[in-house]
């Protein structure tokens, strides 16, 4: 089942993002929740963080994941996604930075890497009570890009020349050179387990691939269109990004 939450603009859908994460850490103060890097959930954790400043959400026993970490880049250094977590979320709340995992970019064995972080995610996570998912531009989820087949576990990805072109704009000042060409990131089969998932997408840009994902046909190569097949997806977007007619097929 695919339910749709479309609003105005940015603010209010990292609003409407942070209150489904929040409910899920309310009713369950040891969940497991995945979570995602990237332009799209910055607003979503602030407001997580403007939630637990008030005294309305205690981060203390949750344990999260992330989907992916550049292969070659360390916690340290600042376009790393662990910098990035722990800038955004994990440095302004109560959360133990044990219980937050992230793939070892600096594991130079590309199969122990993967190898390892499936290991973490079997035994600390299970499943995820909830995972946020952005999409990306040619429909990717974590790093698992378009492909003759659907990657079930942690792989080592080379990213796409979109990707990389998008992170570089994102992340490294637009400097392309700087962008790491892989990355280690959980496989779709893990991510399916979620009891729920939430995929954020805002602006014009990602008009045409959530309408390829989610009214088109399932296919590995448009990854995300796997969502499809979960039973508890929240597709939650601006009305940049989310046409009408895909409200009206999930309405």
Not at 59 to 81: I, K, M, P, W
Not at 108 to 131: H, M, N, P, T, V
Not at 150 to 160: G, P
Request: with cysteine.
């Amino acid at each position: 089942m695919i339910q749709v939450i479309r609003k105005k603009n940015y603010d209010e859908i990292s609003k409407a993002a942070a209150d489904l994460i929040a409910a899920a850490i309310l009713l369950n103060p040891e969940a497991k929740v995945g979570l995602a890097t990237g332009s799209t959930p910055v607003g979503t954790y602030a407001e997580l963080v403007k939630k637990y400043e008030a005294g309305d959400l205690d981060f203390s026993r949750v344990t999260t994941a992330n989907l992916d970490e550049y292969r070659g880049l360390g916690g340290d250094h600042d376009q790393s996604y662990r910098y990035f977590m722990n800038t955004n979320l994990f440095d302004h709340v109560n959360i133990d930075k044990s219980r937050t995992f992230v793939p070892d970019g600096t594991e130079e064995d590309a199969e122990k890497a993967c190898r390892d972080y499936d290991a973490i995610l079997e035994k600390e996570i299970g499943s995820f009570d909830i995972q946020l998912l952005g999409i990306g531009g040619d429909g990717h989820i974590g790093f698992n890009e378009p492909a003759d087949n659907f990657c079930v576990n942690t792989q080592c990805i080379r990213l796409e020349e979109q990707t990389i072109q998008d992170n570089a704009r994102l992340f490294f000042n637009g400097n392309l050179d700087e962008v790491p060409t892989e990355a280690y990131t959980m496989g779709i089969g893990f991510i399916m387990r979620s009891r729920k998932i939430l995929i954020m997408a805002t602006g014009a840009g990602k008009k045409e691939i959530v309408e390829k994902a989610f009214l088109g046909p399932v296919t590995p190569w448009v990854p995300a269109s796997i969502l499809q097949l979960h039973p508890n997806v929240v597709l939650a977007g601006d009305e940049a990004a989310i046409s009408d007619a895909v409200v009206e097929k999930y309405k």
